[in-house]
């Protein structure tokens, strides 16, 4: 049996990878932060391995690390840091020259035939959140699962995470909540290709 790899991703509504505010946006502190349950806190015990492209490895060093908790954050932050900090993450392509993390790994070469090679290992979910890998992953058919948070902002900038594929990818839907402030959360699974 294979390894799955999914893709959690945060959007607006026109398909932008940012974090835009909104009414409802930011839970205070002693409230639960509903779109983090179904996107991470629910597939913690499953996930094993985050794989990042160098770009989006250093964001994340930058920001994760348990040392950039601060007290004021929410909850959240720390639980997300400690998730992190345990799960191995491996970064496809070259070394970062830059934003050393614990428990990362390395992995030169054609991304394709590394994921497959990640695939066919032994272990729980190989979860991305990298736009651009994402993208490329989903290209290849080698995206298994696809977590969607989509935000009721049509942003007109930022981070494009879709972009132009030579064939259609047909998605099943899975799972889909919708959220007080307007959010939506959507599992899809992918089909055989097209």
Known sequence: MTRTVSLQMYLTLDGY?????????NPANDEPDPIAEEMWIKRWDS???????PQTYGEWADFWPLEKRTPDEHPWFR???????R??????????????????R??????????????????GTIATVAPKLGMDLSRRGLIDDYFFAVMPVILG???????????????RLVEVKSFPAG?????????SPE
Do not use: C
Not at 79 to 85: A, G, I, K, N, P
Not at 110 to 118: N, Q, S
Not at 157 to 171: D, M, P, S, Y
């Open 157 to 171: 900038k930022g981070r494009k995470f879709f972009e132009e594929l030579e064939h259609q990818r047909t998605l």
């Open 47 to 53: 996930i094993d391995v985050l794989l990042f492209d």
């Open 17 to 25: 990878n940012e974090f835009p505010t909104y009414p409802g946006s």
């Open 79 to 85: 639980q997300m840091s400690e998730f992190s900090e």
């Open 106 to 123: 390395y992995v030169p070469g054609e991304v394709g035939e590394a994921v497959r090679g990640l695939k066919m290992g032994t272990g």
């Open 87 to 104: 799960v191995e993450k491996i970064v496809l392509g070259e070394r970062p020259s830059s934003a050393v993390w614990s428990n990362t």
């Open 183 to 191: 959010e939506l959360f959507l599992h899809y699974q992918a089909t």
